[in-house]
């Protein structure tokens, strides 16, 4: 036996609308940080630039271990300072295949650009080669990230409003 209770559609409109305005603030802060502040993209292409034209030098083994232990460092020290400036977190279970797929296809695009860059430079005996494909990876790597960012947390305002109806709908 099912006990029905009498529900008040206005008072439930309004209960929605309470939750809903939060969401939407969420969502705006999230797409403010993907679109907004290039401060971490230009920090990390210049970490990466660095780093890049180091390897270029003839470097001792612990030089080059040094300097990889630098990059790391220096990485990981940019990422938990830009986590810690977002007022907004999103919970584990809203970063959809987008995000993933934005990671992995970033990770191909730089990785593949400071391949080939360093296959170009080698095949063509430029001088200061180290420096050139630092530059082209660099590049790629500010091109390809802005886009890919809006492209990734532009579903989400999309995917919460489904939600919302699943759920208004049960």
């Not at 209770?5 to 603030?25: F, G, M, N, S, Y």
């Not at 001792?60 to 020290?77: C, D, F, H, M, N």
């Not at 970063?95 to 695009?109: E, K, P």
């Not at 091109?143 to 579903?155: E, K, M």
Request: charged share 20%; aromatic share 10%; proline share 4%.
């Amino acid at each position: 036996m099912a006990v029905s209770t009498p529900v008040d559609a206005e008072q439930a409109w309004k209960d929605l609308q309470r939750i809903r305005v939060p969401q939407e603030r969420v969502y705006d802060e999230i797409e403010r940080c993907a679109s907004g502040d290039p401060g971490a993209t230009y920090s990390t292409a210049a970490i990466m630039w660095v780093f890049l034209a180091s390897m270029g030098l003839d470097l001792p083994k612990w030089g080059t271990w040094l300097v990889l232990a630098a990059y790391v460092a220096l990485l990981s020290t940019l990422a938990v300072i830009y986590s810690r400036r977002s007022r907004m977190r999103l919970h584990r279970s809203r970063y959809n295949w987008r995000s993933f797929a934005t990671f992995v296809a970033g990770g191909v695009v730089t990785g593949g650009t400071i391949l080939l860059s360093g296959r170009l430079v080698e095949s063509l005996e430029l001088p200061f080669g180290s420096l050139i494909q630092a530059t082209v990876s660099a590049a790629a790597f500010v091109l390809f990230v802005g886009p890919a960012n809006r492209w990734a947390t532009s579903s989400l305002r999309g995917r919460g409003d489904r939600a919302a109806r699943e759920g208004a709908g049960r």
